[in-house]
Every structure is written in structure tokens, then in C-alpha cells.
């Protein structure tokens, strides 16, 4: 006679099975999570860089960081490791040029969110315009040594608050690439504007990384260049589905105008343009800072830069990042020396202030005695103190 084998009538052991289940799979979610984050360790790392006017930033300028990282990232063949923004020299001499302070001091309040994108102040704290490849080299160049010395020593250490996090990771290279619009693409093939060595030595030793808009034909255009052609490997294109036309043109013409650009601009970009009246900003009223009032600008930035020093301009031209701005048409007149980058023929007689070394603008956070004034426009100027 054989027995009759009878399992619990209980749940107890299809919650024993179920949780042996889960476990397993967690443990499988689990692998493979470390799995990913191990061969996303393994990718090569890259790092942005964009060169421009930035007067002002707007948040187009930020999203075009945004954009080529997840491009890089849903690909899966790099890791990104870093953003770094450079403003140009104030020997630009283009019509509209906010100054260097007010540039880098904008730039620093609109990446204040991100944790990744960074504020480079060396290219304006140089005694010249600065050619876009120099601008490239010194910091792959920068970088490089920063990886090799493990972060000890180095030369212009005051100025590495632009360096990416976690560089020391792994011993592994950061490429650094150059990050623009479709328009400095196609800038290359105006006449005398850019040095036919240097347009190689950016595409074939660094990379483009491209942003276009929906409907423009950069392959087109690569193709009717050799130089871009030979080096299309290193062009990485982009397009961006969601078009923004807010240029910084734009904006000081709105603002020049008197009229809002609200929403257009962050709020502590907008408010610092209200406060230093920049951009012929015409307003008949000024408004209650946009951020709380016990967040103060510190003061070191401004005061270290304002003791400038004059130095001769070169009669130079920059290439221009801002997509929608151009040159100044004095400096597009210029007889001599139309080529971008090469030597400097300086101006007699010409003479623009420097912004001296400085560190980069630092917001903190303190708690302002604010005073009690009889006027309330008195009030709302005292909340933002620059």
C-alpha cells in the first residue's frame, strides 16, 4: 500500500517559492545592474567644451550639453565625464560684449543647478584673444597632467574648478571635444574666417560633437569640404527635436528694447543683467530678487577683477559660438589679418581693460542684516547685493 503524500493546504510554502523567486531575480537585477555600471566604467570617457561670447548664457547654451550626453549615453560608447564653458576674450571687441566679469559671473549663476557643467575662466584671463584650437589644447593639455600627477601640482591650480569630478577614477584618458551649433560647422567654410591648419588640428585631434536643428543638412555640408570629409569619423552629429530659437541676440535686442524676457533667461541671470543694468536695460521698475533673499553674491569674485589692468588689442577676429551672433562689422572691415587663427597685428592707440586673475564666482549662503529704509525701492535694491 502506498501512502498518500498530502502538501499543506496553507500558503506557507507557495510564499516559501515566491520568495525564493524574488530573491533570485533581485539578485539577477542586481548582477546585472553592477554589470552595466562596470562596463560603463569600461567606456572611454569624454568630456565638452564650448567656446562663445555667452553675453548672456541663455538656456539653449546649457541644453546643448544636455542634448550630446544623452546622445552619448543612449549610444552606450562613451561615458561623459564633464562640461566646461569658456567665454571669450573681452579683446572680442564685438558690439554687445557684456564684459568678462559680468559674462563669467552670469555663466556661474546659470549652471548653478547643474553638477557637471562648469565655468572656465582661463581664456579671459589671458593678455589676447585666444584662438579656439589654443583654447582646446591648453585644457586637453590641462587635463592630461591633472590624470598623469594625480592631481598634485600643476600650473594654474587656482583656475581647476572646472576640472570634472572623479577624474582619478581610473587612469584612463578624457577626450576633450569642442561642442557648438550647426552655424560654426559652416563657419568653417567662410573665406579667411578660420586657419585651414587649425579647422584640422580641432576635427582630427579633438572632434566636433555637433547640435543641428530638425531639417538642416550638415552631412551635406561635410561632404563639400575635404577637410571635414577625411576627418568624418571624429564628427559626431546631433539633432535637436526640440527647437529653441532664444539666441543671446535676441535677448539684448528685447532687452534693449524695454521689453520682458521673462521665462527666456534664468532668473538669476535675468535678475544680475537687471542689477549691473546690462545690454542698455531699460526697465521703469525693479523688481524683488527672484531668489531668497538671504542669498547674497560673494563679493571676492568683483573685487579681485576690478583691479584691471589696459593692455593693446589685437586686431583679431573670433569665431563665434553663440550660433545667431555675429562679429562686430568694425572688426569685419578690418583689411588685415582676416584670417581667425593666426598672429595678432595690434591697434595703435587702442587700449581695453582686463579683467586681472581672479577665482571663479562663488554664490554662498549667509543671512543679510538687511536694513529698515523709508523707501521701498530702497528695500527691494538692498535684497540682491552685488
Given at each position: 500500500?502506498i501512502?498518500?503524500?498530502s ?21 539577477k ?9 562596470e ?24 541644453r ?136 584640422e588640428?580641432?576635427?582630427?585631434n ?53 521689453q ?47 583691479n ?79
Amino acid at each position: 500500500m502506498i501512502a498518500k503524500i498530502s502538501w499543506p493546504k496553507n500558503n506557507i510554502t507557495s510564499e516559501c517559492f515566491r520568495r525564493i523567486g524574488y530573491i533570485k531575480r533581485r539578485s539577477k537585477s542586481n548582477k546585472m545592474s553592477a554589470f552595466i555600471e562596470e562596463t560603463k566604467s569600461l567606456l572611454p570617457r569624454i568630456a565638452f567644451i564650448a567656446c562663445g561670447c555667452f553675453s548672456p548664457p541663455t538656456p539653449m547654451h546649457l541644453r546643448m550639453f544636455e542634448i550630446a550626453k544623452d546622445h552619448f549615453e543612449m549610444q552606450g560608447t562613451h561615458r561623459v565625464v564633464g562640461g566646461i564653458i569658456s567665454p571669450t576674450h573681452d579683446s572680442y571687441g564685438k558690439k554687445g560684449l557684456a564684459s568678462a566679469l559680468d559674462r563669467c559671473a552670469m555663466v556661474k549663476l546659470a549652471t548653478q543647478s547643474s553638477n557637471w557643467i562648469r565655468l572656465s575662466d582661463w581664456e579671459v584671463h589671458q593678455n589676447q584673444w585666444m584662438r579656439t584650437q589654443a583654447v582646446l589644447q591648453h585644457h586637453q593639455n590641462y587635463i592630461n597632467n591633472h590624470i598623469n600627477s594625480g592631481g598634485a601640482g600643476g600650473d594654474d591650480t587656482h583656475l581647476a574648478g572646472w576640472l570634472p569630478r572623479g577624474l582619478h577614477d581610473s587612469r584612463d584618458p578624457v577626450h576633450l571635444k569642442l561642442l557648438c551649433g550647426a552655424d560654426l560647422l559652416e563657419s568653417f567654410a567662410v573665406p579667411g574666417l578660420w586657419a585651414e591648419a587649425d579647422i584640422e588640428d580641432i576635427v582630427a585631434n579633438h572632434g566636433l560633437v555637433v547640435i543641428t536643428r530638425a531639417g538642416s543638412n550638415p552631412g551635406k555640408f561635410i561632404f563639400d569640404s575635404d577637410i571635414l570629409t577625411k576627418y568624418q569619423s571624429n564628427i559626431t552629429l546631433i539633432t535637436n527635436w526640440v527647437p529653441n530659437e532664444v539666441s543671446s541676440t535676441l535677448i539684448r535686442r528685447l532687452l534693449g528694447r524695454g521689453q520682458s524676457v521673462k521665462y527666456l533667461l534664468d532668473d538669476l541671470v535675468l535678475e544680475y543683467i537687471k542689477r549691473q543694468r546690462l545690454f542698455n536695460f531699460k526697465s521703469k521698475y525693479i523688481t524683488d530678487a527672484v531668489r531668497p533673499n538671504h542669498l547674497l553674491f560673494n563679493h571676492a569674485y568683483t573685487d579681485n577683477n576690478k583691479n584691471a589692468n589696459s593692455y593693446s588689442i589685437g586686431d583679431q577676429l573670433e569665431q563665434d559660438m553663440d550660433e545667431s551672433d555675429t562679429p562686430s562689422p568694425q572688426l569685419q572691415h578690418t583689411p588685415t589679418s582676416r584670417v581667425f587663427c593666426c598672429g595678432e597685428v595690434p591697434l595703435r592707440g587702442s587700449k581695453v581693460l582686463r579683467s586681472g586673475p581672479g577665482q571663479a564666482v562663488q554664490v554662498i549662503t549667509m543671512q543679510a542684516d538687511e536694513k529698515e529704509e523709508s523707501q521701498a525701492k530702497k528695500q527691494k535694491i538692498s535684497q540682491v547685493q552685488l
